[in-house]
T-cell receptor, first 115, second 110 residues
Framework: DTAVSQTPKYLVTQMGNDKSIKCEQNLGHDTMYWYKQDSKKFLKIMFSYNNKELIINETVPNRFSPKSPDKAHLNLHINSLELGDSAVYFC??????????????FGPGTRLLVL | RKEVEQDPGPFNVPEGATVAFNCTYSNSASQSFFWYRQDCRKEPKLLMSVYSSGNEDGRFTAQLNRASQYISLLIRDSKLSDSATYLCVVNVSPYDKVIFGPGTSLSVIP
């Protein structure tokens, strides 16, 4: 049973297109995240949702729009894709405690290549 | 200054060696600290949390020095399977962002 799953695993598309990446977790966690890992392998948080509410929105272009239909799902829609959007996008989830954000469980990643 | 900084690496060590990684963080209000491991082309996975008094898990020992805002990870008796990138992770409060360091690459050589 995959704890955090993402689809698709690979995405190759043209500049200017709109694409979505889906994420689902079956761990019963209350918080979900989207991270971007660029070619230099630096992992940066983009968004965080707690119980379907947006709690972290880093400096991300508004072409990126997350949507959380329920606690178990956090999808990422990207409009007007640009070359610089090429990266690996990781979804993660955790159970936020009173003192700690909790262990982050990551999905396998979506490798996005914009041509 | 970056929020979380790590030794640039890469570290190339022979099997059986002891290797130490360092990490510094800039926000003195940070409360939670972790080490994650990321294998090539895979997702990051938690290696261990770091507690104030230091903690050990088998061959791995983590230390925290709040005064110096410094975290370390020591790996004893390195195995080939330890080859990976080790990410230092810091968090200020549970609903604040989790900040990943740039990672240190380790290659354990036969």
């Amino acid at each position: 049973d995959t704890a955090v799953s993402q689809t698709p695993k690979y995405l190759v598309t043209q500049m200017g297109n709109d694409k979505s990446i889906k994420c689902e977790q079956n761990l019963g966690h209350d918080t979900m995240y989207w991270y971007k890992q660029d070619s230099k392998k630096f992992l940066k948080i983009m968004f965080s949702y707690n119980n379907k509410e947006l709690i972290i929105n880093e400096t991300v272009p508004n072409r990126f729009s997350p949507k959380s239909p329920d606690k178990a799902h956090l999808n990422l829609h990207i409009n007007s894709l640009e070359l610089g959007d090429s990266a690996v996008y990781f979804c993660a989830s955790s159970q936020t405690g009173t003192l700690s954000p909790g262990t982050q469980y990551f999905g396998p990643g979506t490798r996005l290549l914009v041509l | 200054r970056k929020e979380v900084e790590q030794d640039p690496g890469p570290f190339n060590v022979p099997e059986g060696a002891t290797v130490a990684f360092n990490c510094t963080y800039s926000n003195s209000a940070s409360q939670s600290f972790f080490w994650y491991r990321q294998d090539c082309r895979k997702e990051p996975k938690l290696l261990m949390s770091v507690y104030s008094s230091g903690n050990e898990d088998g061959r791995f020992t983590a230390q925290l020095n709040r005064a110096s805002q410094y975290i370390s990870l020591l790996i004893r008796d390195s195995k080939l399977s330890d080859s990976a990138t080790y990410l230092c992770v810091v968090n200020v409060s549970p609903y604040d962002k989790v900040i990943f360091g740039p990672g240190t690459s380790l290659s354990v050589i036969p």
